[in-house]
């Protein structure tokens, strides 16, 4: 599986938009991105995933780069409740391996 | 829908004792991860099952841990005999394969003293 590089912490303030980078240059051409999150004394949660394209759903945005070693997670309007850890993963089967993520601090 | 039911929540034990997690996944889930979390780290996989068969244990430390997962639907991680650094977060996780969404318990906290 290939490796990912995520900054240990990152600060973003509350209503703004939180933008988490994941660097993935091993990255195979059949694996995907995937993005969890765990907020404190929770289990991880799924966010959100994508192979090349961008992809959006309810809960955020995930930009791939054209060679897609590369990504970035976008919260649009985050707020106190998403400070969390956030992990970036690539994977082409059903094995889940951590990293040591990013932890996310919403300012208010 | 119930979501991943893991138990118990905490367990506090002596060293060298033996412990027990169990984890009953989402309902019609054919796979099941078991992770170990400790403090200030990632989540590590220990054992994956397609329905009733281990198809990853590489990271499981066989000499003291072992795991079964009945019928292909509960299953249970057994620790014997603990030792100090078992203290960890073990978390359960389910999935429908193929499908890109796994499902987390919200753990088990070990501490063994």
């Known amino acids: 599986d290939a490796k990912t590089t995520q900054p240990p912490s990152m600060d973003c303030a509350e209503g703004r938009a939180a933008n988490l980078p994941c660097n993935h240059s091993?990255?195979?051409?059949?694996?995907?991105v995937y993005w969890y999150r765990q907020i404190h004394s929770q289990g991880p949660q799924y966010i959100i995933h994508?192979?090349?394209n961008n992809e959006t759903n309810e809960m955020a945005s995930l930009i791939i780069t054209e060679d897609r070693k590369s990504s970035t997670l976008i919260l649009p309007h985050a707020t106190l409740r998403d400070t969390a850890v956030y992990y970036c993963?690539?994977?082409?089967?059903?094995?889940?391996?951590f990293g040591k993520g990013t932890r996310l601090h919403i300012l208010p | 829908e119930a979501g991943v039911v893991q138990s118990p929540r905490y367990k506090i034990i002596e060293k060298k004792q033996p412990v027990a997690f169990w984890c009953n996944p989402i309902?019609?889930?054919?796979?099941l991860y078991w992770y170990r979390q400790n403090l200030g780290q990632g989540p590590e996989l220990l054992i994956r099952?397609?329905?009733?068969?281990?198809?990853?244990d590489s990271q499981l430390p066989k000499d003291r841990f072992s795991a079964e997962r009945l019928k292909g639907v509960d299953s249970t991680l057994k620790i014997q005999p603990a030792e100090l650094g078992d203290s960890a977060v073990y978390l359960c996780?389910?999935?429908?394969?193929?499908?890109?969404?796994?499902?987390f318990g919200q753990g088990t906290r070990l501490t063994v003293v």
């Open positions: 996780a389910s999935s429908q394969s193929p499908g890109p969404e796994a499902f």
């Open positions: 091993t990255i195979s051409g059949n694996e995907y």
């Open positions: 994508g192979l090349k």
């Open positions: 993963i690539v994977r082409v089967d059903d094995k889940i391996i």
């Open positions: 309902s019609g889930h054919n796979t």
């Open positions: 099952y397609e329905n009733e068969e281990a198809v990853d």
